[in-house]
């Protein structure tokens, strides 16, 4: 018992106790926020991978309209449906009802 309370009492444990506590719990970088921006680096990088997708996505569509340099189109029916579902463009004497779920 002597031992015990002779290195708990030892000016260099409390010091490194002391530090140890203040890392872990009070400084501005303290273990609990590390984790938390952990997490939200995971989300980042997940939100990531999605635009990633997205911007393919977008590539294969933008391709799916225009096919050349030259700027010819690819399909026209492609093009005429890709704006009126985007852009919600008609002909004349048409009109357009847009139902939102």
């Given at each position: 018992?002597?031992?015990?309370?002779?290195?708990?009492?030892?000016?260099?444990?409390?010091?490194?106790?002391?530090?140890?506590?203040?890392?872990?719990?009070?400084?501005?970088?303290?273990?609990?926020?590390?984790?938390?921006?952990?997490?939200?680096?995971?989300?980042?990088?997940?939100?990531?991978?999605?635009?990633?997708?997205?911007i393919d996505r977008m590539y294969a569509e933008k391709n799916a309209l225009i096919t050349n340099a030259t700027g010819?189109?690819?399909?026209?029916?492609?093009?005429?449906?890709?704006?009126?579902?985007?852009?919600?463009?008609?002909?004349?004497?048409?009109?357009?009802?847009?139902?939102?779920?």
């Open positions: 018992m002597n031992k015990v309370t002779k290195v708990i009492t030892n000016k260099y444990f409390i010091a490194s106790f002391l530090f140890a506590a203040w890392i872990l719990f009070f400084d501005q970088n303290d273990w609990m926020t590390q984790k938390e921006r952990q997490k939200e680096l995971e989300d980042t990088k997940e939100n990531i991978g999605y635009l990633h997708q997205e010819q189109l690819n399909d026209p029916a492609m093009l005429e449906k890709y704006a009126r579902e985007h852009y919600r463009m008609k002909l004349d004497g048409e009109d357009v009802y847009v139902i939102e779920k």
